[in-house]
């Protein structure tokens, strides 16, 4: 992961796509590595909020059922049982 992030740095004067491939790089290493050590990158658009594993950050009146996660704000990491970070997240509303 560090090499990647070095990688980026000393390309982004010559290049902004090859400083951007390197940070994209560094997240997916990043990702990956929290899924390795039990924590998943959680995906809650359509289901429905659960306060253990989303924090809402907003409302908007939607189509669809009340309740629902309509879109993530700040990824969240983890499971039920292991929650690293609940994912901020929008939520349905009348």
Not at 14 to 33: K, N, Y
Not at 67 to 84: F, I, M, N, W
């Given at each position: 992961?560090?090499?990647?992030?070095?990688?980026?740095?000393?390309?982004?004067?010559?290049?902004?796509?090859?400083?951007i491939?390197?940070v994209?790089?560094v997240h997916?290493?990043?990702?990956?590595t929290?899924?390795?050590?039990?924590?998943?990158?959680?995906?809650?658009?359509?289901?429905?909020?659960?306060?253990?594993?989303?924090?809402?950050?907003?409302?908007?009146?939607?189509?669809?059922?009340?309740?629902?996660?309509?879109?993530?704000?700040?990824?969240?990491?983890?499971?039920?049982?292991?929650?690293?970070?609940?994912a901020?997240?929008?939520?349905?509303?009348?």
């Amino acid at each position: 992961m560090v090499d990647n992030l070095e990688l980026a740095l000393r390309h982004a004067d010559d290049e902004a796509r090859a400083f951007i491939d390197g940070v994209r790089a560094v997240h997916e290493q990043a990702v990956s590595t929290l899924a390795r050590l039990g924590y998943p990158r959680l995906d809650p658009v359509g289901q429905t909020f659960d306060p253990i594993l989303h924090e809402a950050v907003t409302t908007v009146a939607a189509e669809g059922e009340p309740g629902t996660v309509v879109d993530v704000v700040r990824a969240g990491y983890g499971t039920p049982e292991a929650l690293l970070r609940p994912a901020g997240v929008v939520v349905a509303r009348k």
